[in-house]
Structure formats: C-alpha cells, structure tokens
C-alpha cells in the first residue's frame, strides 16, 4: 500500500510534454513480458545508485526511504525500452523482498535527453531499516527471453545506524534519545566537589553521571521523568578539572545501551573560598566592601607616590644639563679670506656654537692678540688650546658679504692678512702624523673641495655642509667625551679616525 502511494509521488514527475517520464508500481511477481517471446531486448542500465532519503512526513515518525537512481544506456536499443524493474532484497534478522516496475510514459525517441544530458530517474520507496544490508537489482523490460543471458545490474547497500544524521529520525532512534539533547556543563567547584549541569528526556526517569579521571571514577545519580534543566554535586577525591563526564540514559527501547554523551569538567566561572563555615562567610561578607576600599585607598596612595617619585625622577633628569656644565669644546676655525664672511663664517660658527657645544677661535675675532703675538705665534697658541682645528672651505667668493657678525672688537677698516695658507703650512706636519691627525676636520660649503694646493687635507675626515652635519656633530661631542671620560675614548677614537 506504502508503495503505491509513494509511486503516486513519482507519477508528479515533472517533465517536458513529450518526454518519457515514469509510472511505478510494486510487482514483486515476474512481468507479463516474461512470458512472451521478443526477438529484440533493450541493453541494461548504465549505472545504479541508492542513498537515503528523509520525507518530510506530517506526523512525528519520519519515514527513512531509499532513493534509487538509474541512468539509461545511451545505445539504440533504447527504443524498445518500455519499463524498468527494481527489486530489494533486505538481510536483516529476517529477510525481506520486494520489486517495483516503473513504466515509462512514452517510447524514448533519442538516445539523450532533448537537453543533451544521458536518460536518469529516480524512484523513492523501499523503507529502510537500522543497520541493514540490501541488496538492489535492476534490469530493464521487455527483459531477455529464457535461456538467454539477463542483463541486470545490482548493487549493495548497508544503511546505517542511528548515529546517522538522517537515521536518527527513524522512530526507534528518536526513543533511543538520539534526538535528546542533554547540554552537559560541567564546572570544579572546590577541590571536593564537581557540579553537573544537564536537560533531562521526557524518555526515560533514571540517569548516571560520572568523573572519569585516569582510572578513578566517581558518580551519582539523577531521578527525573520529564524534559528539565537538571543540576547535580558529585563529590570528588582528586583533582577534577579536566576529567571526563560521562551521561548515561536508561531509556525503554535501549536499556542499559542507550548512548552515552560526554562532557568535560572546567573550572566554575567564579572564585569561591573553599569550603569557609557560614558563619565565617557571613562575617566576611560584612567586612568585605570596607577591606575592598581600604585597598582601593592603598592603591591609590601607592600610585600617587609612586607618580611623584618618577615626576621628581624626571625633574632631575631634564634639569641636568643647566645643573652640571659640560666642557666646552675648544675650536679653532679657520678658512680662505676670500670666503664669504657673513654668510659662511658666520652661520658655521653660529651652527657650532648652538649645535656643538663649541667655543669657537675665529682669526677675525682676535685680530688685536694677532698683531700682538704675530700671526704664527697666535696660530701655534690657538692650535695647542684647541680641541679641533677646522679648515672651512667655501665656493661662495663674492663681494657682497663684507658684513661681521658678533664680536664686533675690531676696527671694521682693518685689511686682513689671509691666515689661512699659513695655518695649512703649519699645521702639515701634523696632517702626516697619526697622532695628531685626529684634530683636524675639513667642513667644505656649497660642494668645496680642498683645493690642489692643499691636497694634503684630503686625509682630514671631511663633512659637506648641510648634509653631514649630524655627523660633524657627532665628532666634535665626540672629542670632549674623548677627553673627559676616559671610557669614551675607544669608541670616539674610532668613530673620529679619518675616513
Ligand atoms: C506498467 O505496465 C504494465 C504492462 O503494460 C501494467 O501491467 C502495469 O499496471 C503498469 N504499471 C503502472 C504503475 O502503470
Ligand atoms: C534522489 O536522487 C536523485 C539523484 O541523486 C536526486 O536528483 C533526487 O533529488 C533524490 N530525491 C530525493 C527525494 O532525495
Ligand atoms: C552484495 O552482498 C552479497 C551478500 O553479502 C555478496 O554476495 C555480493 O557479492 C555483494 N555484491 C556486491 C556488488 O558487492
Ligand atoms: C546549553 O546550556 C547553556 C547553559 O545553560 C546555554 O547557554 C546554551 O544555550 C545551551 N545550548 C543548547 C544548544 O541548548
Ligand atoms: C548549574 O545550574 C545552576 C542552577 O541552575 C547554576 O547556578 C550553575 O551555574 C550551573 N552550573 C553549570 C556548570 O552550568
Ligand atoms: C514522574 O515522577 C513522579 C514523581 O517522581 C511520579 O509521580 C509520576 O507518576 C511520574 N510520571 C511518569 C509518567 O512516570
């Protein structure tokens, strides 16, 4: 009866007009063609499929159906194809057998489908038992005459068991409680005591639960006939966290076999103190918010302090330069006459001073000891008193910068010997000698180069102004640290080492 209500279903088949659908109806008897004689059979079917098929029935108790699938050869002899006949054979317990013959509603014209694709159909019938082999034949109508070889084709098929997801609606999974969701939450509520949260089945009235660590087990049970959130205290003797919970079911229809769900103890959301007497709590309880701000007080004051301790810190330390002068560093600038006073000399002189901690000897600025002591003299004092001697060199010559800048002591009329080939004579000696090397630096402006001349300052470390004067910088800071600090010295000594 089943059957031919399913075959209904089949019969909706919704197709092109024209094109063969098919008609099923269960024919478990041979078929009215076996008993004539056919000069030509139609081929066997291409290929056979069976998967499980949930329907949607109104009522609780899903059935579970094969679908059965079957795809046509494409050959010529479709033409002669009227039916197709599928029978089942279920190896349970008891054995169970039943075939079905689907008509097709039109004789094939072509060999495919009007759209391309090979002939394919699908018959849903057979219901499906658990765990059950079925063995599935097919073979296509007007079969072969007698004594001829019957072209069939079958395949096995094993269903599952209720652990499927489609199984599962079977109606003695659902009372087995495959469809029971119990939730287990699991929590360590002290070193003694695990508690268990789970959602008890209207299926049954009686559940174990158990701590499962390593080879220790505890448990306990749980009484309830109706679906509720049910909370249960185990009480453990070693340590729980991380153990294994274990929810066992006795529903009717399995038993002691019922399937167990698992869950695993974590630690309980909140801190508790363990196991304080209530007497205790209660008195904790009333003192808690007055130690809790006496805390938040403590804290409080330990920030400020600790705020003024790095403020005062900071003070120190920003304030350090103005408390604790370091040394000037002493140098001796010098350079062409026809440089450009004002805009060279003086903007580099400014740019030490600012910059480098420098004291700067300027010829311009002490022409009076000059004409005192004698060009040479002045040159060897000023050299023997300076840190650094600079030659300045500079592509700016032009007449329009005569001004001075700063200390305006001299006589603005005076014309001024060039100091600066004397000072190269002078200082030549040292520019051979590694020992002496290291004062002297040349600064070139505006792509300078030191001249053919006074090649020999080509060994001095040379910086172009504006772009090396990080790195000048970086020398001369280096020269008083080099003099004061005697630790200093190694890594000034090789980072001022000429190039
Ligand atoms: C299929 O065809 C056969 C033979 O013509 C007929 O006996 C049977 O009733 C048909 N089945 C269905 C479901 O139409
Ligand atoms: C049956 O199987 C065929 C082929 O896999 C598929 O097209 C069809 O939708 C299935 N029917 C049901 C009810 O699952
Ligand atoms: C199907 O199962 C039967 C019985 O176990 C076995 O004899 C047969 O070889 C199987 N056929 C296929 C195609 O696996
Ligand atoms: C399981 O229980 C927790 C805690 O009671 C809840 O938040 C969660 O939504 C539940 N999950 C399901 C699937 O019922
Ligand atoms: C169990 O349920 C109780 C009461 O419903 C709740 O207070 C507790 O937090 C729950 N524990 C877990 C581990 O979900
Ligand atoms: C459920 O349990 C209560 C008491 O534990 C009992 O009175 C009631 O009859 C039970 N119901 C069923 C359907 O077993």
């Known amino acids: 009866m089943l059957l031919v209500l399913l075959s209904l279903a089949a019969l909706c088949w919704s197709a092109m007009p024209g094109e063969p659908t098919i008609q099923c109806g269960s024919e478990t008897g041979p078929s ?43 050959d010529a002899s479709i033409r002669l194809l009227k039916a197709t006949k599928i029978c089942v054979t279920g190896k349970n317990n008891f054995q169970s057998y039943a ?6 509603t039109e004789a094939f014209q072509s060999q495919t489908r009007p759209s391309g694709g090979k002939w394919t159909f699908s018959y849903v019938g057979f219901p499906v038992e658990l765990s059950t082999l079925y063995l599935i034949g097919a073979h296509n109508i007007p079969n072969a005459n007698m004594n001829e070889d019957s072209p069939s084709l079958s395949v096995n098929f094993t269903s599952p068991g209720c652990l499927d997801h489609i199984m599962k609606y079977k109606k003695k999974c659902i009372k087995a409680g495959n469809l029971w969701d119990p939730n287990i939450t699991a929590c360590k509520k002290n070193e003694k005591m695990v508690e268990v949260n789970f959602t008890t089945s209207s299926l049954g009235n009686r559940y174990t639960v158990l701590i499962q660590q390593s080879t220790r087990i505890w448990f306990s049970q749980v009484f309830e006939n109706k679906t509720k959130r049910s909370s249960i205290a185990i009480l453990v003797t070693e340590e729980s966290e991380g153990a294994v919970v ?19 103890v974590v630690l309980c959301p909140k801190t508790i103190v363990p196991f304080p007497p209530d007497n205790n709590r209660s008195v904790l309880g009333g003192w808690l918010p007055l130690l809790l701000s006496l805390l938040l007080v403590a804290t409080m004051v330990l920030v400020f302090g600790i705020y003024l301790m790095w403020r005062h810190e900071k003070i120190k330390n920003t304030s350090l330069p103005t408390t604790r002068l370091l040394p000037l560093i002493k140098v001796l600038v010098v350079h062409p006459s026809e440089i450009c006073f004002h805009h060279t000399v003086c903007y580099f002189t400014e740019f030490l001073q600012n910059n480098c901690r420098s004291e700067v000897i300027l010829e311009k600025w002490q022409k009076k000891k000059i004409a005192e002591m004698g060009p040479v003299q002045w040159l060897t004092t000023q050299k023997k008193a300076a840190d650094k001697v600079i030659f300045l060199l500079s592509n700016d010559a032009n007449a329009m910068c005569d001004d001075t800048c700063g200390h305006n002591e001299d006589s603005p009329s005076e014309n001024s010997q060039d100091l600066f080939p004397l000072a190269f004579n002078l200082f030549c000696s040292d520019l051979s000698s590694q020992t002496h090397l290291h004062k002297y630096i040349v600064v070139c402006f505006r792509g300078a180069d030191p001249k053919d001349n006074y090649s020999a300052l080509h060994v001095c470390p040379k910086f172009h102004l504006m772009k090396d004067a990080a790195a000048l910088q970086t020398q001369l800071l280096c020269a008083t640290q080099h003099m004061s600090v005697g630790k200093w010295s190694q890594v000034c000594h090789s980072s001022c080492s000429p190039l």
């Not at 075939?99 to 097709?104: A, D, L, Q, S």
């Open 246 to 264: 274990q929810l066992i079911p006795y529903f009717p229809t399995c038993g002691n076999d019922c399937i167990r769900r698992k869950g695993t």
């Open 32 to 74: 009215p063609e076996w008993m004539v004689q056919h000069n030509l059979t139609p081929g066997d079917l291409r290929d056979l499929r069976v998967e499980l098929a949930k329907t949607s029935a109104a009522t609780e108790d899903y059935s579970i159906l094969m679908n059965i699938s079957w795809i046509l050869r494409a």
């Open 99 to 104: 075939c079905v013959r689907c008509n097709y």
